[in-house]
């Protein structure tokens, strides 16, 4: 009797060490200001499974170069949420896990962000996946609109309307203007807002390969004139031309007429501005058609983690129904399109908008995305600035098409 009772409770303490040797601890570095979404949806994890993930924040000026160095040294994290914009160079420096097999396995593959997926394969080869996921849209206060004798429920559709608009909108006075953007140097600010009116005309910034400076085009001279009469007239706060990105969300404060914005911007009207009366649709193009920027992060995972299977498990949570419900409700786009409506339901309408944005939207493709664009001092913000606030545009094409290649090719 004491024989079996010993050897039942022999079995019962294997049971429990093998139970507790099988939970895994996912350690996951995350940008600064991530937000409540990814935060919640890391705790509904934590306290329904077994597995569980351990999250730092790690200030995100710091978090690129912080990941390289811990790769380095033997001590970077199991997972990692990547501004996307960053996946390709860390693909191609062999760093990154090969997700290609699990990822095409997954029923709803094909459902997720596409320029995420495409941000995350190199050589043909998934090497990151969507985890949160922003789109730049267009927004008119509503109030003003009608303020100025238009018609506060009609979107514009095209650039020469913005305009018009934005002209009655000034023509009310004192501090309210007609339209706003970030533009001192804040290259990331520009490529977000800015480059989807050449996107929608037809045109790029760089070649489909990469390989080739696409700057100097009639849709890009365009889109500049466009803005630069804006300036011209009067139009945008003289602040424009220095802000580095501080005050992106003038919109908010209810004397900007117009701006293109993140979808973020929505809940953060709703929640924070109840008292701006907006409107959201797609960001036109120059000259007809529509686009968006795809920005947010990426889901990657360090080469050789011996925690792969947790980390698996993990991303699937956040893909499931009950994961992307949580990331919508604190502000994050679904990143699964096939379920984005049942997502979405019972939150703001407007959110839709940033939805149907996914499906047009673009990311420049390129290994030498912060040298190229989002530097300060580089040739796209260099570029945007000179453009727009200078006197001599063609110096400032030539020099930014110059300055782009030379880096590209530099690369290669």
Request: charged fraction near 20%; aromatic fraction near 10%; include cysteine.
């Amino acid at each position: 009797m004491i024989k079996r009772l010993l050897t039942a409770a022999s079995i019962s303490v294997l049971c429990l060490a093998s139970s507790a040797s099988a939970a895994e601890k996912v350690e996951m570095w995350v940008r600064t200001g991530i937000g409540d979404a990814f935060k919640k949806t890391v705790e509904a994890y934590n306290s329904s499974h077994e597995n569980q993930v351990a999250m730092t924040e790690v200030p995100f000026s710091e978090l690129v170069q912080k990941y390289a160095t811990a790769i380095a040294g033997g001590q970077a994290p199991d997972a990692l949420s990547m501004d996307l914009i960053y996946n390709p160079a860390f693909a191609a420096a062999g760093q990154l896990e090969d997700l290609t097999d699990w990822a095409k396995s997954l029923p709803y593959f094909n459902s997720l962000s596409p320029s995420h997926v495409k941000l995350g394969t190199y050589q043909d080869k998934i090497y990151g996946l969507p985890l949160s996921v922003e789109t730049s849209v267009f927004a008119w206060n509503k109030d003003l609109y009608k303020k100025a004798g238009l018609d506060p429920e009609k979107a514009p559709a095209s650039w020469d309307e913005i305009t018009a608009n934005a002209e009655k909108i000034r023509a009310l006075g004192d501090d309210t203007y007609g339209f706003y953007f970030s533009g001192g140097g804040c290259g990331g600010c520009m490529i977000f807002t800015f480059t989807p009116l050449v996107w929608g005309s037809g045109a790029d910034i760089l070649s489909a390969d990469s390989k080739a400076a696409t700057l100097d085009t009639p849709q890009m001279r365009q889109a500049i004139d466009i803005y630069r009469n804006m300036v011209k007239k009067d139009l945008v706060p003289a602040g424009a031309a220095s802000d580095n990105g501080a005050n992106f969300l003038s919109f908010t404060n209810g004397k900007i007429g117009q701006q293109s914005l993140g979808a973020f911007a929505i809940g953060s009207l709703v929640t924070e501005h109840p008292d701006i009366n907006f409107g959201v649709s797609l960001i036109p193009g120059a000259t007809g058609g529509t686009s968006s920027f795809a920005g947010g992060d990426n889901f990657v995972v360090t080469k050789g983690t011996p925690k792969i299977a947790a980390v698996k498990e993990f991303l699937e949570y956040i893909y499931s129904q009950d994961g992307q419900k949580i990331m919508a409700k604190y502000g994050s786009l679904p990143t699964r399109g096939d379920i984005a409506d049942k997502v979405l339901a019972g939150l703001d309408p407007r959110l839709q908008v940033g939805i149907d944005a996914i499906a047009v939207a673009k990311t420049p493709y390129t290994l030498q995305f912060n040298d190229l664009i989002n530097s300060a001092n580089g040739p796209w913000a260099s570029f945007t600035n000179a453009a727009i606030f200078g006197d001599d545009v063609d110096s400032a094409f030539a020099n930014a098409q110059s300055e782009m290649q030379s880096i590209i090719d530099s690369g290669q």
